[in-house]
């Protein structure tokens, strides 16, 4: 569901324990998110203010983001009036999903500045928005709104802050039984309750007004009452919620609707039958519903460009397969032209210059059967002879040419389906790195000597290593791109140390960083190699393991490309669950 007033309430009340916080860092990973790093009482922690369009949101986070090099415009100007400054104050206006968060700071002439941080989370129209207090005006948006983009307000240095249009809703905290019966009433005949109740009321979304209609129906089926659509009824049900959020009284859980879409909320939705998970904080509950889909979105605009170039580099060797087993087809005729060049030599005499075609006794076969060879009439007989031992010792040599390059094109194509693997659960961190690697295997071109030529500090050869942590307390090392399996395995692990990979699926390297370890251990190492893999999805997944030292990488081939030997093989079935209940930690 998308992001509601009720959820925004809960937002801004947990948020209150950082009122008087000290901002010590201000980053922009992207072009709609900011994230403050953040000092207070409870230790140091870090807020994120999300404007991505689908998945709007302020949450803590214990998140990792890849920042660039140069920070971007907007996050300068935020660093300059923000950082090193305190939060003062953090408020919700109205039921709207609009968040006020106001920074006192000292600036360069050690005056006090007043700034106000406003974030509307507004689906598309979603900004984050710099304002001097003081006098109301804007100091920039991460997102700028022109006259020509919308003739009600504009989002632009200089300009005044205008609210967002009103809505002309109902506060549904501050409505009585009266009003709300009155209102009721005057509601179009047809209308459903729920869709009254997201019309009239300002912050609730449908996932909301379907709960008070369900507690409405299931208090009037306790009271003998054929409708939970009474006025009475539905307004005790919608009191009985309200007042919870009024006290702040929150229980976030994530759990499947009717439809099986997974939903989350705020408060309890007794309208989810089962499988419902409860958080302790609405920033936990965000992480887990948000997290992976909105890097998921993330990574998916960043990567597009490597995966049309990877699919059209694929497509591109599949037909250049088809092409080359075809040639191979015509190849494997070759002995036939040496036969026939020599049985018409063993036969001159009976051939004449203008023979289209000649009848001999093939002596190659044992039942000496008459075969009938193609002439070309404009040749002699000698030079048809010649013609054929010609294309014998062409397609002969061809034959050698074919396999290798039916090797070195199925691989390519091995290759190319394990890099859009990887890119499928690649995490921002990865992205740069496979992308180093196909510069560095010379696919693609280094454009950053020409855009950059400013000094860059040298980057560590040390890629990024993901390390989960076994039921038992073993280290378990994930490579999820070649660069990073290459380390793992081929630098990092010790010769007794265990390798796990799928059996012939593009996967990740896996290592277990012990020589003892139990059952437990090896079973979730091949859930992590069963779960990073291109059988994901799949059940039964076979997964190869062995010791390193059988482990080795064969000269001359493709990142991350080895050979084993001495394997055991296991049938897992990836459980997306209990690869998230494995502790992890990504090492830089």
């Not at 009482?41 to 660039?68: C, D």
């Not at 660093?79 to 939060?87: A, L, N, Q």
């Not at 006794?361 to 000496?368: A, L, S, W």
């Not at 404009?378 to 039916?406: G, M």
Request: hydrophobic share 35%.
């Amino acid at each position: 569901m998308a992001l509601d007033g009720i959820v925004t309430r809960a937002i801004v009340q947990e948020l209150q324990v950082y009122i008087g916080a000290r901002i010590n860092k201000i980053y922009q990973p992207n072009s709609r998110d900011i994230l403050f790093t953040l000092r207070s009482r409870q230790g140091n922690s870090k807020l994120l203010l999300s404007v991505n369009p689908t998945y709007p949101r302020v949450q803590i986070t214990s998140s990792s983001f890849l920042n660039p090099q140069e920070a971007p415009m907007f996050c300068m100007l935020m660093r300059k009036h923000c950082e090193s400054g305190t939060i003062e104050d953090i408020q919700q206006v109205g039921m709207e999903r609009v968040i006020h968060i106001s920074i006192r700071q000292r600036d360069e002439l050690g005056d006090v500045s007043l700034k106000k941080i406003i974030i509307e989370l507004m689906g598309r129209h979603s900004n984050i928005i710099l304002m001097d207090a003081s006098t109301g005006t804007i100091l920039d948006g991460i997102h700028h709104v022109t006259p020509a983009i919308s003739s009600f307000r504009i989002v632009m240095p200089g300009v005044a802050y205008t609210e967002p249009p009103e809505q002309n809703k109902l506060n549904p905290l501050e409505i009585d039984q009266a009003t709300f019966t009155e209102s009721y009433k005057d509601k179009e005949t047809d209308q459903e309750p729920i869709s009254w109740i997201v019309d009239s009321f300002s912050g609730l979304s449908p996932l909301i007004a379907q709960e008070i209609v369900f507690r409405a129906r299931q208090e009037a089926a306790g009271v003998d009452q054929e409708s939970g659509t009474d006025a009475t009824i539905l307004w005790q049900a919608f009191s009985q919620v309200m007042d919870a959020v009024r006290r702040h009284e929150y229980n976030p859980v994530i759990g499947a609707n009717a439809k099986g879409k997974l939903v989350f909320s705020a408060i309890p939705l007794t309208m989810l039958d089962s499988d419902v998970t409860t958080y302790h904080s609405i920033s936990e509950c965000m992480e887990e519903y948000y997290g992976d889909k909105a890097e998921r979105d993330t990574v998916k605009q960043k990567v597009s460009d490597l995966l049309r170039f990877l699919n059209n580099e694929r497509t591109k060797n599949i037909k250049k397969l088809d092409h080359l087993n075809a040639d191979l087809i015509e190849a494997g005729d070759a002995d036939q032209y040496r036969i026939w060049g020599e049985l018409i030599f063993a036969s001159l005499y009976m051939i004449n210059k203008g023979d289209s075609t000649a009848q001999l006794v093939n002596f190659y076969d044992e039942e000496q059967s008459t075969i009938e060879i193609p002439l070309d009439p404009l040749l002699s007989p000698t030079d048809n002879a010649q013609r054929y031992f010609k294309k014998y010792n062409k397609y002969k040599n061809s034959l050698v040419v074919i396999d290798e390059q039916l090797h070195k094109t199925r691989e390519e194509i091995r290759y190319m389906e394990e890099l859009l693997q990887q890119l499928a659960y690649a995490s921002m961190n990865d992205i740069e790195e496979i992308r180093e690697e196909l510069i560095q295997q010379q696919y693609l071109r280094d454009r950053s000597k020409k855009t950059n030529k400013k000094k860059v500090k040298k980057k560590t050869d040390r890629p990024t290593l993901h390390v989960f942590t076994s039921s038992e307390g073993i280290d378990i090392y994930v490579g999820k791109n070649n660069l990073q399996n290459e380390y793992v395995t081929n630098r990092l692990a010790s010769p007794n140390d265990t390798w796990l990979h799928t059996k012939d699926i593009p996967g990740s390297h896996v290592v277990i960083r012990s020589e003892e370890f139990g059952e437990a251990t090896l079973e979730e190492a091949a859930q992590l190699a069963a779960y990073f893999s291109q059988a994901k999805e799949s059940s039964s997944v076979p997964v190869d393991t062995t010791l390193i030292r059988h482990v080795r990488k064969p000269s001359g081939s493709k990142p991350g490309f080895v050979i084993y030997d001495h394997q055991k093989t296991l049938f897992v079935t990836p459980d997306e669950r209990r690869i998230k209940a494995l502790a992890s930690i990504i090492k830089n």
